[in-house]
């Protein structure tokens, strides 16, 4: 209930308490003649001091202005530079490796092309040379028992 009647409170003051209170008097211009009394106190600028003071700020808007489209464009410039770079790379890289390719491929050929040429009868020569290396260690392997058993 004291949280109630806190925020009841809370809401009352912040809505009866006028906000503009704290603002600043806007802004107020006067043309004063020779000897006439200012009516309020302040800084008081002829025609051409407030000519230049807009001349002034005007020409550093359009300089600072000019400057950023100056490093707008320079960055455009420099990213453009480096997109084409990195095409330019990736065209080459891609050259590379497609000449790369044909040259393996060929290699692949070559080698398909020394193996059919080769003499395809060696398989008979390999199955007989196999065989007589196979019963010659099988009576060496014989003898050799036989031997071992007969001297004891």
């Not at 407030?50 to 100056?70: D, F, P, S, Y």
């Not at 410039?77 to 997109?83: G, S, V």
């Amino acid at each position: 209930m004291l949280k109630l009647l806190m925020k009841i409170l809370i809401i009352i003051l912040i809505v009866s308490f006028p906000s503009t209170s704290f603002a600043q008097s806007p802004p107020q211009m006067t043309t004063l003649s020779k000897d006439q009394k200012a009516p309020w106190t302040g800084t008081l600028f002829n025609p051409e001091a407030i000519v230049k003071m807009i001349t002034e700020n005007e020409a550093a808007l359009e300089q600072c202005n000019n400057n950023g489209q100056e490093k707008l464009d320079k960055e455009k410039a420099k990213c453009d530079f480096l997109q084409e770079r990195a095409k330019i790379v990736a065209e080459l890289q891609k050259q590379q490796f497609d000449s790369i390719l044909k040259i393996k491929d060929k290699e692949i050929d070559n080698l398909h092309d020394i193996i059919k040429k080769s003499n395809s009868n060696n398989h008979v020569w390999w199955f007989a040379g196999g065989t007589a290396i196979g019963v010659v260690t099988s009576i060496a392997i014989f003898y050799a028992a036989v031997e071992i058993t007969s001297e004891n």
